[in-house]
């Protein structure tokens, strides 16, 4: 299953499926649904805050950034501020980026 990260010249951009007022926050892992153009892969996460004056957006990068290790301000929501599909740039070294996101959404130490 391909990851839901794409390489921008400053950073990666993560697809991802937000579920707003969840039981309890967290990282289900990544996930493939059908789309428009097939198949397409998605970091699913879910967070207790209600989608309400950016809540539920906010809720999601205090959320990566504590399990990704990164300051919160690498983080912007480039897509889907209404939506539960979201694409969020992450801001930082590419090649980096990709292999420090890609160990940790594939379970790696």
Known sequence: MALPL???ADGVIVTIKLTPKARSSGIDGVVEEPGPEGPRSLLKLR???APESG???????ALLAKAWRRPKRDFTLIAGE???LKRVHVAGAPETLLRDLSSRLQGEP
């Open 47 to 49: 967070v207790t805050e």
């Open 82 to 84: 209404t939506s539960r």
């Open 6 to 8: 794409a390489p921008t």
């Open 55 to 61: 809540k539920a957006n906010a809720a999601m990068i």
